[in-house]
């Protein structure tokens, strides 16, 4: 399976929102558990949150009630929207996609950064 591909993020300002995306490769019944992962500046990596193929979905405390992740099967994408960030929120995010398989691939990440 190809590295999935993040896109959407950005520069904003506190407050504001943002939605990322994740697009796996491969056949749509091979994808299992999708997540979200980011690694803010002089960090490491930490767990966001996941989604199951069948919709479980849990979320670190951090961005709970804040932070919402859905998918399309379909298109084999996972979506994080991310409402009210903090500066705190700037990081490098990165997904992770789970195949039936065991395989577990990385995308490249992409740079959210908030600031005023």
């Known amino acids: 399976q190809a590295q999935p591909v993040e896109s959407g993020g950005g520069l904003v300002q506190p407050g504001e929102s943002l939605r990322l995306s994740c697009a796996a490769f491969?056949?749509?019944?091979?994808?299992?558990?999708m997540k979200w992962y980011r690694q803010p500046p002089g960090k490491q990596r930490e767990f966001v949150g996941s989604?199951?193929?069948?919709?479980?979905?849990t979320y670190a405390d951090s961005v709970k009630g804040r932070f919402t992740i859905s998918r399309d099967n379909a298109k084999n994408t996972m979506y994080l929207q991310m409402n009210s960030l903090k500066p705190e929120d700037t990081a490098v995010y990165y997904c992770?996609?789970?195949?039936?398989?065991?395989?577990?691939?990385w995308g490249q990440g992409t740079q959210v950064t908030v600031s005023s």
């Open positions: 491969g056949d749509i019944f091979r994808v299992n558990t």
């Open positions: 989604i199951a193929r069948r919709g479980e979905i």
């Open positions: 992770n996609v789970l195949y039936v398989s065991g395989d577990d691939h």
